[in-house]
Nanobody, 117 residues
Framework: QVQLVESGGGLVQPGGSLRLSCATS????????MRWYRQAPGKERELVAE????????NYPNSVKDRFTISRDNIKNTVYLQMNSLKPDDTAVYYC??????????WGKGTLVTVSS
């Protein structure tokens, strides 16, 4: 079955960096767009990064553009989110997402990122 497992979250000081990973299995990873979302307490889940199946195109909202970088390794079936210059507003649970595997959307369980001094 399809599995998405995030890792790499934790506590980081403002201005610091973290790299999230999402290990996947159960589908042909290289065929599908992958996304990262986040959800802060009391807020709606928001898209923070998207990457096409080959990795050639990425998209970000203005809130994280130039600070976050999504990438993928189609051999390791893993998608990454490099987060730099982190701010307290980046505090959230970060979710890996496969939006359309045979018409079904899949989510990981999430990893908590806390930005605080």
């Amino acid at each position: 079955q399809v599995q998405l497992v995030e890792s790499g979250g934790g506590l980081v000081q403002p201005g610091g960096s973290l790299r999230l990973s999402c290990a996947t299995s159960g589908f042909t990873f290289s065929n599908y767009v992958m996304r990262w979302y986040r959800q802060a307490p009391g807020k709606e889940r928001e898209l923070v990064a998207e990457i096409t199946n080959g990795g050639g195109t990425t998209n970000y909202p203005n809130s994280v553009k130039d600070r976050f970088t999504i990438s993928r390794d189609n051999i390791k079936n893993t998608v990454y989110l490099q987060m730099n210059s982190l701010k307290p507003d980046d505090t959230a649970v970060y979710y890996c997402n496969a939006p359309a595997i045979r018409g079904i959307q899949y989510w990981g369980k999430g990893t908590l990122v806390t930005v605080s001094s």
